[in-house]
């Protein structure tokens, strides 16, 4: 349309009938509507058509990163530390990354240019804890509507670093129970005989003690040392059990009790000087006292219990029991751990010949006359 310069009136040009004079118009999954114009009502009705069947096509134009907010806000089953953890890695590593980047222009190709770059500068396992996040946010997303595929399909991550456990010996536990105060020498003993994860540990009460057992159903989670303890649930349901550790164990630890008391609400442990034993004055307290062992860094408190499965392992126990024992998920997280600890088919079939040939040699009749150095038989 174009003005009459005459008469002011609105006329036809030669564009009258070219423009976008049809307007498609959907809901989309959130409840927003979704428009766009369109020359012809063919066009028009093509475009709706599809729609229905690829969301991206009117998918809201939300950002990665906005969307990643509301993701974690939805992780309800996350512990307050989970939840502190994850948002930490949403801040430092994944959202740096997708800076202004839209869900909808996310492809594989740009994600895996992104863990690429990670690579270069993060271990392997951040990394892929990491990517472990990306992925659920983008799972939800596909949940939500707001993409039709899986950007995410066929992205290659580092490899594993194969990094075996290898435990400490009786010497090291003998080492380290004599170096640390005499207040957390029946800890370092208890650790080594039930294999009790470190905040298990550390939140321990006399009320879960029995004469042959302790009770696991709850772990310290409290990140001040001068506050009332607060408790969480185990790990996992699996973590809910009960370790028998025998009489003599528990006898040790009444004689602990005599002599350095008990800490808030029956805690059989406490820091050496006062407190309660959270994760970072474990770890504070595991660095003063590793040298002792020659090292032991990466594992923590955690080598304690690498120890007492690499007992029962030594004792002969299967994959099943020791997975009860620690309050592992099930056996495949204890082989994954330790299936190295096991001894292997080879080793056993090298064993089975072995004591196969020393029978045979026990009950061999003597060697009877013959030649063995002429090329013809009598």
């Known amino acids: 349309m174009s003005r009459n310069p005459e008469t002011g009136r609105k006329v036809r040009n030669e564009r009258w009938g070219r423009g976008l004079r049809w ?9 927003s509507a ?6 012809t009502r063919e066009a028009a009705e093509l475009w709706l058509a599809r729609a229905a069947t690829e969301p991206q096509l009117v998918a809201p134009r939300i950002a990665f990163n906005a969307y990643a907010d509301q993701w974690l806000e939805g992780q309800l089953h996350y512990r307050p530390s989970t939840a502190a953890a994850t948002g ?3 801040e430092s590593v994944i959202k740096p990354a997708l800076q202004g980047v839209l869900l909808t222009d996310l492809t594989r190709g740009r994600l895996q240019s992104m863990v690429a770059e990670w690579s270069r500068r993060l271990a392997p396992a951040t990394v892929r804890v990491a990517w472990s996040h990306v992925t659920s946010i983008l799972r939800q997303a596909r949940l939500d509507g707001l993409l039709a595929g ?47 994860r470190p905040a298990e540990l550390a939140g321990l009460t006399w009320d879960r003690v029995s004469a042959t057992a302790l009770r696991v159903d709850r772990q310290l989670t409290s990140t001040a040392a001068t506050k009332p303890p607060t408790w969480g649930p185990p790990k996992s349901r699996a973590g809910v059990r009960t370790v028998g550790v025998g009489e003599g164990l528990v006898e040790l ?19 050496p000087r006062g407190g309660l034993l959270t994760r970072q004055r474990r770890s504070e307290t595991w660095r003063r006292y590793r040298n002792v062992i020659g090292g032991g860094r990466g594992q923590g408190w955690h080598a304690l219990r690498h120890y007492h499965a690499s007992r029962l392992i030594a004792a002969g126990l299967s994959p099943v029991a020791v997975a009860a024992r620690l309050g592992h998920a099930d056996a ?15 080793a056993r079939m090298e064993a089975a010949a072995v ?3 020393a029978a045979l040699m026990e009950s061999e009749a003597p060697p009877g006359p013959g030649i063995c150095n002429e090329n013809r038989f009598d």
């Open 88 to 90: 930490t890695r949403l």
């Open 355 to 357: 004591a196969t040939l």
């Open 23 to 31: 307007q498609a118009r959907t809901i989309r999954p959130d409840g």
């Open 150 to 196: 899986n950007p995410a399909e066929g992205v290659r991550l580092p490899a594993k670093p194969h990094n075996p456990i290898r435990p400490l010996s009786d010497d090291q536990v003998r080492a380290l129970a004599s170096a640390v105060p005499a207040c957390l020498r029946a800890m370092v003993l208890t650790g080594a005989a039930s294999g009790l």
């Open 34 to 39: 979704a428009t766009k114009a369109f020359p």
């Open 253 to 271: 630890l009444r004689q602990h009790r005599e002599e350095h008391g008990e800490g808030p609400e029956g805690l059989l442990f406490v820091a």
């Open 332 to 346: 495949t997280e204890t082989l994954q751990t330790y299936g190295h600890l096991w001894a292997t088919d080879e």
